[in-house]
């Protein structure tokens, strides 16, 4: 099969051994995937990795070993996984840890991450996943729409950590192409929301969803009740910092890997205005489902383009582009396999 590879600072489309199911895992063939900005991290050597990248795919399912029946819509008859279109959770764990039973398996210690850690990525034609990992698409959701829900259920986190409501006021710093779904998300939860976008094209899709967008953070007048980071970088910090009111809440949505990072947080200062800090990650996927099924958020306008598998490096350097938000990648392209 063909897949991309990242492997120093390139990347290419190569020919890879198929992927081979262990019992309880399916292989899914990939209709569509996306780039994120951790993917372009990888591409930079965050963490020195080598491999396939990707962890935001929609795809159906081939082959399952072991055969798994589940109850897929709430009270329908059971059936058969193989040729559901689905979504799948990226972190994979031992579900036999502490961690696993009090955390989750997201933070069990010896996770497998999709296209992160210890485990090949979806920008390939196929992949090979634990059932459990797996959610249906219901038939109403497209695919273009399909490939935001891991995104989009780790933008839904936000509300299952921090109260949201009405007489909420929330500042997204860093609407891109996470911020973008975490303002929509609160926006829909009913809260009064701000956003500091940088493209134009997030701030033609937050305005009309009635959210105040500006394109520098001190633009928005300080005293939010919650303001999320969603900038990775040490600056954007800082000046989501700034933006939260006394005993106000910051989630910091992204990983910020300079050492400036914990300055920015200026922990004195947290102490002292009683400040709630909320790291977040990944998300509920019924939850992101539900929102993309009933239509109260439509990510597809996010999409810049996509491109075929093959065109791999190309779709890296569109994603990479200051102001582009979603680029995916379609297994279905023309066949040619490049080298790095």
């Known amino acids: 099969m063909r897949a991309l590879v990242v492997r120093n600072g390139r990347v290419g489309c190569l020919a890879r051994p198929e992927p081979q199911a262990a019992p309880g895992e399916a292989i899914v063939r990939i209709t569509l995937a996306g780039i994120c900005g951790t993917d372009l991290e990888l591409l930079a050597g965050y963490k020195g990795f080598v491999g ?34 689905v979504v799948g959770e990226i972190n994979v764990g031992c579900h036999e840890c502490q961690l696993c039973a009090v955390a989750g398996p997201g933070h069990c210690a010896e996770r497998r991450v999709l296209g992160l850690m210890g485990m090949d990525g979806a920008m390939a034609e196929r992949i090979a996943i634990p059932v459990a990992n797996l959610h249906v698409v219901p038939e109403s959701v497209s695919d273009a729409s399909a490939v935001f829900a891991e995104p989009l259920a780790a933008a839904c986190r936000i509300p299952e950590q921090v109260e949201i409501g009405t007489t909420t006021r929330a500042v997204v710093v860093g609407a891109g192409r996470l911020g973008t779904l975490c303002a929509l998300v609160l926006r829909a939860r009913g809260a009064r929301v701000e956003a500091v976008a940088r493209s134009d094209r997030a701030r033609i899709i937050l305005a009309a969803a009635g959210i105040n967008v500006v394109t520098s953070a ?98 890296f350097a569109a994603a990479a582009n200051r102001g582009t938000l979603k680029v995916l990648l379609s297994p279905d392209g023309d066949g040619r396999v490049r080298t790095l």
């Open 218 to 315: 001190p633009l928005i007048e300080p005293g939010a009740d919650v303001v999320v980071d969603a900038t990775g970088s040490a600056a954007g910090l800082a000046a989501a910092r700034l933006l939260v009111r006394p005993r106000g809440t910051l989630v910091i949505k992204s990983t910020c890997a300079s050492p400036r990072g914990a300055e920015a947080l200026q922990p004195t200062a947290l102490v002292v205005d009683e400040i709630t800090v909320v790291g977040s990650r990944c998300g509920p996927f019924d939850e992101a489902l539900r929102l993309l099924a009933d239509g109260t958020i439509d990510p597809r306008p996010l999409i810049h383009s996509t491109h075929a598998l093959s065109r791999g490096a190309d779709a």
């Open 52 to 85: 396939t990248p990707g962890h935001e795919f929609v795809g159906v399912v081939e082959e399952v070993v072991e055969e798994v029946v589940e109850d897929i819509v709430g009270g329908d008859a059971a059936r058969v996984w193989i040729g559901r279109r």
